[in-house]
């Protein structure tokens, strides 16, 4: 079994070699002895969720720090081809749902979207509240996944921000029912187009529960996106990320290969 991993923060492993020994503190600590029981002999890894990872054993653990020796550390790179989830903002907690497995699959970035069709509206005190969940939603993912990083929630975007966005993007893709090709042909297709240049990004467009409008398609069609269909069947929003997220991992060959 793997070990449990903890987030230390980004930039607290720089300095740190084999041999020497690490303190947790805080909430991560806390959960490590607490919860998890975690005790003197055992193994567990460190991240700071910007791809250094420690792997050590428990020296002494209290509920106000767990202090680690570090037996390695490791610096993990990320994807060459990256995937961004674009989830509409969804009722009933499916939205996060989607981030949550998407995490947990492999997503490196996430953008949360207020389409015309969502009926959840972040506006105000509640946008950053609810911005702030769907990071720790997705934290606490990457840490189930035992992942070194932890992938980006950027700010919510309307329609017109994710045309940009789509704009800017190396390939933009709508997850829809009426679309003519499979996303795995559209993805093929790009791939034998792509040179050597990287990093590359990939947008995965998910709609909410009624479907993204056809104004708005046409106006990220406009900015450069394409249609796609994942398979025979219409997903829920909080399935269709999470299952264009595993298509795209093995036509990548995400899965297959170590990344960079």
Same mark, same amino acid.
């Given at each position: ?62 509920? &106000? ?15 060459? @081809? ?24 492999? @997503?490196?970035? +996430? ?7 969502? @009926? ?20 606490? &993912? ?7 990083? @932890? ?13 940009? &966005? ?13 679309? +003519? ?13 792509? !040179?050597? !240049? ?24 406009? !900015?450069? &996106? ?35």
């Amino acid at each position: 079994m793997s070990n449990p991993v903890f987030f230390s923060g980004a930039g607290s492993l720089d300095d740190l070699v084999p041999g020497a020994r690490f303190v947790l503190q805080g909430p991560e600590a806390r959960h490590a002895v607490t919860v998890k029981r975690l005790s003197p002999g055992e193994a567990v890894d460190i991240a700071d969720g910007a791809g250094r990872r420690l792997t050590g054993t428990v020296v002494s653990a209290s509920p &106000a720090e767990l202090t680690v020796e570090c037996s390695a550390l490791v610096v993990e790179g990320r994807p060459d @081809i990256r995937l961004v989830l674009v989830q509409a903002l969804a009722k009933g907690d499916r939205d996060e749902l989607a981030v949550e497995t998407a995490t947990e699959l492999g @997503i490196d970035a +996430v953008v949360p979207w207020q389409s015309e069709r969502s @009926i959840v509206r972040w506006k105000g005190e509640r946008a950053a509240k609810a911005h702030a969940k769907w990071q720790s939603v997705v934290t606490a &993912a990457a840490k189930q996944a035992r992942r070194a990083w @932890i992938p980006e929630v950027r700010a919510a975007v309307e329609t017109p921000g994710l045309a940009a &966005a789509v704009a800017a993007a190396d390939l933009a893709v709508i997850l829809h029912e009426d679309a +003519v090709r499979p996303l795995r042909s559209v993805l093929e297709s790009w791939q034998g187009t792509q !040179a050597d !240049a990287r990093p590359l990004e990939i947008l995965l467009i998910v709609g909410p529960e009624g479907g993204i409008s056809p104004r708005e398609v046409t106006r990220l069609c406009d !900015a450069g &996106a394409v249609t796609a269909l994942l398979g025979h069947h219409v997903l829920r929003s909080s399935t269709a990320g999470p299952a264009a997220v595993v298509l795209a991992s093995d036509v990548l060959g995400r899965w297959t290969a170590p990344v960079s």
